[in-house]
């Protein structure tokens, strides 16, 4: 029995699992939180199930509210393994979805369809744009990128609130006194297909396949090759000949470029107008962190990303509905989101220190020692 | 002056400690091989070798920052166990790193009293520490300001910091790893009369360098190691620099020879008086001279450090030449990319292969493709061909015998030997026209460092032009049709192999033309 637990303890499957047993733990420290607030934990988390996988509509609001968090995920896939730490999604996404609320609201009537394709791709183009900054300014004057991207975030947000507030106001909004930040309505003819009576839309389709897209990316073609070559070892990389600043710009693009298409699918499936409540994550929704917990928490890897975006879509939604049903306070909510984000980007570095583990032990049984006679001296006196 | 004495505790002074049969393994590397070492109360004893002969991984083990897979330390006769740097403070060992441990935001009484109890408990006791600190800095000539902030210091007067800060600590014990490296020749010379002082207050002394005449003018005994094993140990006093020299470079296995006369053809790699800085911003280069033929080898020799490898990257396109032509085949290369000079069929087994020549976390088949993932017959229209790659990176396993479990093993799990077998397969691979070897069997065992020197020759006979740099004066000398002696960034010399006796090739090492 013994021997059965160290196996599956040293098996490199248990490392997939360490993600969700920091989840867990998370929750079991949620728990006795909820015990000093006089909440019955298991009352609360069964609240918390059934908000999020409980009928067909509770599921469907999961899967809404995983489509941002999936794509931006991707995004992060694709930066973090060339080593560009991209903190910047929550302003790649607002530009994004301006890009593509203003193609939507002021080009000439099309046909539905190509709108919508249209506007995605100004989403695409918008966040692209907003994350090469950013990377531009990392590869050719060594920015520091973390920096960088959030000081962009809070570019982005004044913009979306100056255009919000000002030339892209929905008229109705300008002529009342409240002024709610928010644009006009986009056309019933440009919005994505929904599965009435739920709020689930096609974008969830398009996040998946993309997914696919991004794995091929990094691991079937070449640009992915010299993005992962330029993270693991950017000198090895210049010395095979690839240009190392230029990956950096582009895996920052491309980071981008989802957290843009994230915004655009928000504004098309699911408002159908960008509206915000004046705080910094009002559009957002804080999608543009989540979605790099979501990231980690899916191993970098793009088809995991799929469950890990599952799963924290779950988790704000059930938490939301935790906190109705429940009366627990909304900081308890935000504190046990925290925790888990604590515990899962803590379970990586344990995974590392695992694999480093695993990796010692294996050179250890590969190679003996290299048996060498020892001659040295003789030949000194030569 | 009792002040300075309560610090160090109640335990005996080193007046001799002893490393004996130390071994120490890395994976793939057998980094010190029963090493015996020791020093005495008073004494100045000088550890010398080559880059990677195990000086520092020694070191290191007497400090506590590794632990040795065999072996053990005595101190005045009794064993003991040294875990971390702590239990080597505590016993009264203090070690002055090459790169300084300093805060720079902090005062010099502050970064000495770091890590220490205050006499005051929760208090600071800042202004009996400078007190302290003045007194042995009078004492041993280590003249600062304990008031002066780190930053506001030049690099001599930092490293006195170092040494009082050791001292402080009731340091017996001294180990300095190449100290006098980032000296001006006026700092060295006090410098030395810093250590002079010391060892007349009976501390020991390990002085960690390569520099010979350093250790001639300052140890009683010297100790010298090749790759991991103590050649020999003497009395300073007896020992020639050409002796020391020669025990630190040494003969160790059968070199192969250069049977066939060169079949010398065109001119394929020519550099006019190149330029080059080095990292610190330094000339690396002043105005290098170099043809090389299609057909031969030319061997670079020098001491470390006198240019070498940047004239390897300047090559490759690695490194900037700030003056001066690159020309490959005739065209001037000069500041093009890497990835343009590769496609001109030059080859390039670095010098830090593990840095340079290996991505470490991809497989072997991803380090296979590094130099053309982009190309035919490896990818199409911006997609890899896994299975043709997976089909070549088994054939080179078989033909380079690369011992590997499967081409998808990591290249960091791979020894030493067949990560160098994996770059030379990479590389020669390729058809090369051009090879810059840089230090290839450095680190390998003889059987590795055969393989890479008989797959030299092979290209040598297929015609490339292959410029071989090695501070190896044997490898240089066996494998060379001429040789090439690199003194201070400029060339000193060009030696016909059969001309390129030992003696003539040493004294331009050190700068002196023999006529």
Redesign the interface.
Known sequence: MKNFLAKINNSKYFDGFMPVLAALSALAIGAVMLLFLGVNPLVAYRAMWVGAFGSSNALAETIVKAVPLLLIGLGICISFRAKVINIGGEGQMIIGALAATAFGLYVPEMPGWLVIAMAMVAGFFGGAFWGAIPGFLKAYFNVNEILSTVMMNAIAVQLMNFFLRGPMIDPNQAELLSKIPQTARLPEAYHLARWLPTRLHAGVIIAVVLAFVVYLLLFHTTLGYRIRAVGFNPDASRYGGIRVRRQVVIALLLSGAFAGLAGAIQIYGLNYRMITDGSPTGFTGSAGFNGIVTALFGGLHPLGAIPASFFFGALLVGANSMQRISQVPSAFVIALNGLVVIFVVSSALWQEARQRKRRIAEVRDDSPPPSEPDQATQDVSV | MSDVQSISFERQRIEHLELKNITK?F??V?AN??VDFDVRAGEVHALLGENGAGKSTLMKILYGLYHPDEGEIFINGSPVRIASPNDAINLGIGMIHQHFMLVDSLTVAENIALGLPSSRGLLTDLDVVSARTEMLAKKYGLLVDPGAYIWQLAVGQRQRVEILKALYRGADLLILDEPTAVLTPQEVDEFMETIRQMTEEKHSIIFISHKLHEVIAISQRVTVL??G?R??SCPTAGCTKHDLA??MV???IVMPKLTTPPKRGEVRLELKNVHAQSDRETPALRGVDLQIFSGEIVGLAGVSGNGQAELAQVV?G?RPATQGQVLIEGRDMTGK???EI??CGLA?I?E?RM????????NIS?NI???D??KDPY?KR???L?RVIAEFTDRLIDLFHIKT?SRET?A??L?GGNIQKVVLARELSRQPRIIVAAQPSRGL??GATEYVHNSLLEQREKGAAILLISEDLDEILALSDRVAVVYEGRIMGILDNKDAERERVGLLMAGVHPD
């Open positions: 393994r994976p793939g057998l091989a029963h090749r790759n094993r050649v020999d020669r025990m040494g003969q160790e490759t690695l990319l890497p990835g590769i496609r390039y670095p830090e840095r340079d020549g290996m991505v470490q976390d991809f991803e493709i590094l130099r993932h982009n990818a911006g997609f890899l896994h479990p990591p960091r799990n020894s065992d003889i």
